[in-house]
Structures are given as C-alpha cells and as structure tokens.
C-alpha cells in the first residue's frame, strides 16, 4: 500500500536538510549536494505520484486513509500524535509541493551555483520541504500547526539568506524579520482558533473536530469566532488584507526562494487550511463573506499596485498578492474545489514566472528594474519563449491553465450570487493581463534599454530544464479541470467533492446544469484578458509615451500606486513607532531599570547592610566563641530542667 | 562517715565551672590549657562517683580512657603552642584573632 | 588558685597540687587504680609536660586580673556564676542519697580493671592506641622547626 510510505516521504527532506546542513559545507561538489536536495524531495515526489495512482485505482470513499507515525503529546485531555491524512486533498498539495519543489531545487543547482553558501540554501530548501509537508499531511491542528510555524522560520531563513546584503532601506535581514514578525501576527489568530477549538470541541484531531461540527448548525456563533481567528492566520500566510506587507519585500531572496516559497506553496498554505477547514467555515457564512470580500479586495488592490512597479520581481509579488486573493475569492463564495485548482494552475505558471525572472536577473548580471531591459527575447530564446507562456496562463487566455481556473472562480462567484465581488474579479483579470503583458514587453521586447557592460546569455540547462517543464504544465495543466458546459467532466472537483462532502451539505449547494449565462462570463473574461493585452502592447511597445502621458496627468493616483497605497508607512506610524517607543521608555526604563532592577539592587543592599552589622560578631578570639558557646549550653541545660 | 553521692557530684560541678571561669578569663594560652585539663578532672571525678555509688565498673573504664585520651590531646594541644608561639611570639589569646573572615 | 595566679608557673603547680587532692578522692571512692594512675599519668606526664613548655617559652607574667575590665570578662564571671547555680541545682534535687555500693572495693582493683579492658572494652583500647599514635605523629609534626 503506498500511502504507508508516506513517513519516508516526509522524514527525506529532513535527513537531507541535515547531511547537508552538518556535512555540507565540507563536500566540495555543488552537485553532490545539489543532487542530495532535489534527491530527497524526488523520492517524495514518486511516493505522492504512487499514492495518487493507488488512489485512482480505488473507490471514491477508500481514498482517504490515516497513516499514524507516533505519539507525540499526551498531556491531561490533550493527545496528539504525528500521524498523516492521506487524502484527496493532501496527495493533491503534496504533488504540488513535491513535484514543483523538485523542478526548483534542480533550477537551483543552476542558479546558485559558485556562492558559498550553497550548502546552506540546499539544506535550507529541505527543511522547507520537510515542514511544509508536514503542514499539509498532518492530520491535527498542533502538528499543522508545527509545519505553519516551521515554514515560516524557512522563509526568514531563506529571504535573509545574503543576510547582509542591502535592500531597500535596510538589508535583507530586515526584509526577512518582516516577514517573520508579519508572520507571528497572523500566526496569534492562528493559536487563538486552535485554542477555542480544544475548548469547543475537546480535541485536535481533524476527523473528531470535523465529525463534531457536522452535528452543529449554521451560524454557531463560537465556529464564527474560531475560522475568523484561523482566518487571520491565514492572512498572514498568505499574504492578504492586512498582512500582505511582507511578500514585496520578501522579494530580497534568492529568485527560486521566491518560486517556491512565495509562489507556490508556502503562501498556499492558508488556502489549503481554510479548504481543510471547510466544514467550519461552511457553519459560519458570516466569515464566508469576510474571506470572499478580503479575498476579491486584495486581488483587485494588488493587481493595482502591480501595475505601475518597475522591479521585475516586484511586480510578480504583488501578481501572487492578487491570484491568492482569486483562490480566497473561491473559498469564500464555497467554491473549495476552484480555489484549489487555482493553486494547482497558479502553482505552475507563477513558479514559472519567477524562475524565468531569475533567468533574466541572472543574464543581466542582478538588474531587477524593468526599465533598464528590453530586446532580450533574441538573447534568451528558451527563456523568452516559456516567460511567453506563463504570461498567456496567467492572463487568463484558453486553453491554457490560468483560464480554466480563474474562470471557475469568476462564474462561481456570480452563480453564487456575489455579484460585486464577480465584477471586482473581472477587473482585476483585466488588470492582471495588462501589467503581465506590461512586464513581458518591457522585459523582452523593444528597444535596447540596457546599462553599458552587460551580456546577457542565456541560462545553463539546469535553469531552462525545469522552464521548460513548467511551461508545459501551464498549458495542459488546466485540461484535469474543464467544466461541464465546455464538455468535460471537471475531474479536479469531483476528485476532491469527497473531502468537501460534509461542507457542502451544510450549504446547502446543489449542482448546477449548464447554463448559457457561463457561456456569456467565459467570454467577458477573455475579453477583458485580450483587450488588456491588446492595451499593453500598444503602448508599451509602439505608442510608448502614453504611459507616460497618463502618469504624469495622474500624478497623484500614480505616485500612490508606486507607494503601495502607503500602508507600509501607515502600519509604521500606526502600530510600529508607537510599540518600540513605548517598550524602550516605559517597558525598558521604567519598569525593567527602575523597578526590577532597584528591587535586586536594594534586596543585596539590604543583605550587605545586615551581613556589616553582625560581622562584629566574629571577632576572631576563641575566647569569645567559648562564651558564648556556654550561654548557649545554660541555655539548653536550663530549657531542660523546666521542662 | 558516708559522703552522699551528691557531695561528689557538687564537688564536681564546682571544679568545672572553675575551669570554665579559668578558660574564658584568663589571656595566657597554656593557662587556658591547664584549666580545660582541670574540667576533664572534674568529669572524672563525677564518673568515679557514680561508678563507686553503683557498684558498675564502665564508669572507671571510661575514666581510664578519659585519662588516655586526655594525654593525646596535651600532646598535641602543646605542640599547637608551640607553633603558635613561633610564628606570632605571643600566646596571648587576644592577639590570636585570626580564627574569623 | 589555679586560675588566679598571674605567674603561669604558679598556675601550674597549683593544679598539680588539685590533681594530687583528687588522686586522694578516688582513694576515698575506693578506686584504686585510678588514683594511682592520675598521680602517675595526670601530674607526672602531663603537667611535667606543661611545665616543661612554659619554660621552653620563657613566658613573663600576665597582668593582674582585674585590672582591665571588658565585656568579656565581665560576660564570663556572670555566665560562670549562672552555669554553677544551674549544676548546682540539678545535682541538689536528684535523688542520689544512695550508699555506696557493696562492691566498690572490688571493682577498684586493678584486676577488675584488666578483666574488664581486655576483655568487654578491647575495642576502644586498641583504637586509643592508634590514637595515641596520631597524636605522636601529629605532636611532632606541628612542633618541628621549619628549616
């Protein structure tokens, strides 16, 4: 039975992370330690691709099983144990994890190659795998948990990896504990959630709280409360409303630091516990709403900012900002099944995305503003050529991967009734095509706009392999999800409708006929897509004083764009000055000096002024010990005769 | 005529607290000494008391032991002033502060 | 006597003089071996012993008594005085008017003394021994010049 190797498949990553992390540094070929990285992460790879096909071999309700490793905590009503689910779901994400953590690891082996903490980021990208595939088999809140914390510490470790390398304002350290600390916010509604669901429903095991909640009704007022506090946890990770302001500066990694991590999977991470959730969620329509609007919010205001940024990696982040805002989008109008295909789909094209961009920055030797580009598709063809298709995927066109998803999510909103929320989607398709093309014609086509002394060549076939690989993926990719008006049967959300069985009931949803209305929205959003592709090569590459044009007449509009709306500054003013000011005068001075401090110092005074005053006692004459010796034997001689 | 047991024992008890009289009074080292072998006598004493008052004989085999024991430690207790005397030329108690921190 | 006298010779002898009154005491309680070896080993070894340092030392005189009064002395008169009322006391209110025992004579005699060392008490007297070795070794120890 495969689904019993899925320990091995976890444990590799971490064996790799230390052989690589405790010997690495001693072994002298790059390959060999690239080699031992992307080995540990293939073999889970193979087991996930075996469990899949075991899975498909099997019935519909035998897919699921609950591998128990060993028991980790057991303290008073608490029991948890390391032991995964096996399921639809979790095999799902694992591929994902899996398959496209080993096409960056062996991008990696390229891209990295000559630094010399090589064996630092291979152990480190490991340990990453490690943890989040623990975030995805667990089968308890605590030791998903355990993988949410343990990705989190990964990406400080990995965007800091030059750690003092400048950036921005500060260095990339700073970029890093941004994160982190970002991070940690989210990660308190995240503790908050689990803590009122042990005190709901007893335990943390997915299979009781689940089994538990199906017994409760909609609208419970405490299963309200815990997915909005597991919702803010996810805002966190996944880079939404409010907590998005670390992912543009995570940027100050390594390139496939951003691929992986920040693309397609650890930010998924809030999605796949929002979709594991979704039984809860599916009991508390009021936090529904909060995800779909925060969902459709952030894809239209990242869209936005990502319109008018000139670093090319920038610009990716605030696109991954939005498509995450797409799959929260989809997860909150009860959707579950499109908003993970959209993980699947935006998995493909984003990781190739910015390991294109790697390509390109690794060409023009660490240029990241697009505006110093241009004309290099005749430089790097391989390059240009799959950049050219993640671009079409993303933008939404058929058939590639990008339309199947985002469209489901479009038409599930509208069926769903959330009409606002299906036009803000819209327009943030429009937007998202016109920046990427934007990006694309900036970078690889026109006019030479290069600084003097560069060469740009194009990368080793350890870099354009897996582009190559990607790039194929994001075109068939989205064939596993076609939907039934256009004549397929969705395998995706039929694969995954028994993990979403239970929610579903609880919304009541029935399945839906084809209607012509889907036919009308397919082609409003290839629309939208074409004529913001149209737009952007018009004027990015003939008429090109019109962006200029329109920024100057839009100043102001412009220059808040550029800033990111301010919010970086505002969370500055707002939250940030006032708590390290307050903790340095009230917190530090006043209490920890003036009152901690004086307590001890007074405390050994008050010793030292005592231990002065008896040491008059010991004069040094064994005379006077003997006196005082004899009181004490009166003393005792006398106690007893009075007894 | 039968002295009481209690004469001997009163006896004894007033050897011994002039020797602790002596021991606490006087400043001269060895005099010091003298008086604690005068209040090792006056245990003796007592102990041969009690032994001839009822007929046991641990008390005068303790007393041997008591004598024995009492010479080890005059030995020694000498050579200690001994020593005393060579480094600080002194037996004056009062001037032999060092025995504190 | 003993305790008052300034001169640490005078002191010595004066307790030679107390040693030889108990040796006669111990006659009194029929302890005859006893009195014997307290003239023998009290006064001749010891206070020979004693007598023989105050020499070596070539000790002056003390001053007098009461001529200087300080809290200790005055500390040690008064304690002195409340230790004696206390024995005092205990010793009037036992019941100790016992006779003496029939068998005194018998068990003074140094015949009941061997029997009873060597044979209920061969124990401490062997370990006296090595303790009278110690003190040898350490008696010379401490009293060796330093060359």
């Known amino acids: ?70 028991n980790w905590i057991t303290a008073g ?3 948890v144990s390391v032991a995964y689910q096996v399921d639809q779901l979790s095999v799902l994400m694992m591929l994902i994890v899996t398959g496209v953590g080993f096409l960056i690891h062996v991008y990696s082996i390229g891209y990295m190659h000559g630094d010399p903490g090589f064996w630092r980021f291979f152990s480190y990208l490991n340990l990453f795998i490690f943890t989040m595939l623990n975030l995805i088999l667990a089968d308890n809140f605590l030791l998903m948990f355990l993988g949410w914390e343990g990705v989190g510490l990964c990406s400080y470790l990995l965007i800091g990896f030059w750690y003092d390398r400048k950036f921005e304002k500060g260095t990339t350290g700073d970029a890093a504990k941004k994160a982190f600390i970002v991070n940690r916010i989210g990660d308190f509604g995240f503790l908050i959630g689990m803590f009122l669901i042990f005190t709901t429903f007893g335990s943390l095991n997915f299979s009781t709280v689940f089994a538990h909640a199906s017994m409760l009704s909609v609208g419970t007022p405490i299963v309200m409360w815990i997915t909005l506090a597991l919702f803010l946890g996810a805002t966190g990770k996944s880079a939404q409303i409010p907590l998005f302001v670390w992912l543009p500066d995570a940027m100050a990694g390594p390139t496939p630091v951003s691929a992986l991590i920040h693309a397609a999977t650890m ?42 940024q000139n670093d090319i990696k920038k610009i990716l982040a605030y696109s991954t900002v939005s498509q995450l805002g797409y799959m929260f989008l989809a997860l909150g109008v009860g959707a579950f ?19 294109g961009s790697g390509a390109v920055i690794h060409a023009m030797h660490e240029e990241q503003d697009i505006r110093k580009m241009g004309e290099l598709k005749s430089h790097l063809p391989t390059t240009y050529k799959t950049f050219l298709v993640g671009t079409v995927a993303i933008a939404g066109i058929p058939p590639l991967a990008g339309f199947f998803s985002k469209d489901e999510i479009l038409w599930k909103s509208f069926a769903h009734g959330y009409y606002v929320l299906w036009f803000m989607g819209l ?212 106690w007893l005769i009075t007894r | 005529m039968q002295l009481s047991l209690s004469a001997y024992l009163g006896l004894s008890a007033i050897l011994f607290t002039i020797g602790v009289a002596g021991v606490l009074l006087r400043r001269n080292a060895i005099v010091v000494f003298m008086c604690i072998e005068l209040m090792l006598n006056s245990v003796n004493l007592s102990l041969i008391a009690f032994s001839s008052y009822r007929g046991d004989i641990t008390g005068q085999v303790l007393v041997f032991f008591v004598m024995a024991v009492a010479a080890a430690e005059a030995a020694v207790g000498l050579a200690i002033v001994i020593a005393l005397f060579r480094n600080k030329q002194t037996v004056n108690i009062d001037e032999v502060n060092i025995l504190k921190w | 006597m003993v305790i008052l006298q300034r001169n640490p010779v005078m002191s010595a002898i004066s307790l030679i003089g107390n040693f030889f009154c108990l040796a006669l005491l111990y006659l009194l309680l029929k302890a005859q071996v006893l009195a014997v070896l307290q003239i023998v080993v009290y006064t001749g070894a010891i206070m020979v012993l004693v007598i023989f340092v105050i020499m070596l030392l070539n000790l002056g005189d003390e001053t007098k008594l009461t001529e200087k009064f300080d809290v200790r002395k005055i500390a040690g008169v008064v304690l002195a005085t409340g230790f004696l009322l206390e024995m005092l006391y205990l010793f009037a209110t036992g019941d100790a008017d016992v006779p003496q025992s029939a068998n005194a004579q018998e068990i003074g005699t140094i015949e009941a003394m061997g029997s009873a060392i060597f044979s209920r008490f061969l124990l401490p007297f062997e370990v006296t021994s090595l303790l009278l070795l110690a003190a040898i070794v350490g008696a010379v120890v401490l009293a060796k010049k330093r060359t």
């Open chain 1, 427 to 638: 327009v943030g398709a429009g937007l998202t095509a016109f920046y990427m093309f934007r990006l694309l014609s900036l970078t690889f086509d026109g006019e030479k706009r290069w600084d003097p002394g560069k060469h740009p060549h194009e990368a080793p076939a350890t870099m354009t392999i897996p582009l190559i690989i990607l790039a194929v993926l994001s075109a068939i990719g989205g064939f596993v999800g076609i939907p039934a008006s256009l004549g397929g049967g969705n395998a995706i959300e039929h694969w995954l409708d028994p993990v979403f069985e239970k929610a579903n009931e609880k919304m009541l949803l029935a399945g839906h006929d084809v209607e012509a209305i889907e036919y009308v929205l397919m082609a409003l959003s290839v629309g939208v897509a074409i004529a913001g592709i149209f737009l952007a090569r018009k004027w990015y590459l003939q008429r090109s004083e019109i962006p200029d044009r329109l920024s100057a007449r839009f100043a102001g509009l412009y220059k808040l764009l550029l800033n990111k709306y301010y919010v970086d500054e505002a969370y500055d003013a707002v939250v940030i000055t006032p708590a390290a000011k307050g903790s340095e005068k009230l917190l530090w001075r006043g209490i920890d000096v003036g009152v901690i401090d004086w307590f001890v110092n007074a405390l050994a005074a008050a010793f030292g002024f005592v231990s002065k005053t008896m040491r008059v006692v010991q004069t040094g004459v064994a005379q006077s010990y003997a006196l005082v010796f004899l009181a004490g034997v009166i003393a005792i001689v006398g």
């Open chain 1, 1 to 70: 039975m495969a689904h019993q190797y899925i320990g091995y498949a976890v444990f590799l990553p971490l064996i790799g992370f230390l052989i690589n992390g405790l010997i690495g540094r001693k072994i002298k070929s790059e390959s060999l330690v690239g080699i031992i990285g992307s080995a540990a992460v293939a073999i889970g790879f193979i087991i996930a691709a075996s469990i899949l096909v075991e899975m498909l071999g099997s019935p519909p309700d035998e897919r699921s099983h609950i591998v128990y490793l060993f």
């Open chain 1, 337 to 355: 099944a499109a908003g993970l295909f959209h993980v699947l789909t935006h998995a493909f094209f984003k990781a190739l995305l910015f390991l």
């Open chain 1, 267 to 308: 930010v998924t991470a809030g999605i796949y516990m929002v979709a594991r959730c979704s039984v809860l969620y599916a009991l508390a329509p009021a936090t529904m709403e909060v995800v779909a609007i925060v969902g459709a919010c952030t894809a239209l205001v990242a869209a936005s900012i990502g319109l008018v």
């Open chain 1, 77 to 79: 009503d608490l029991s």
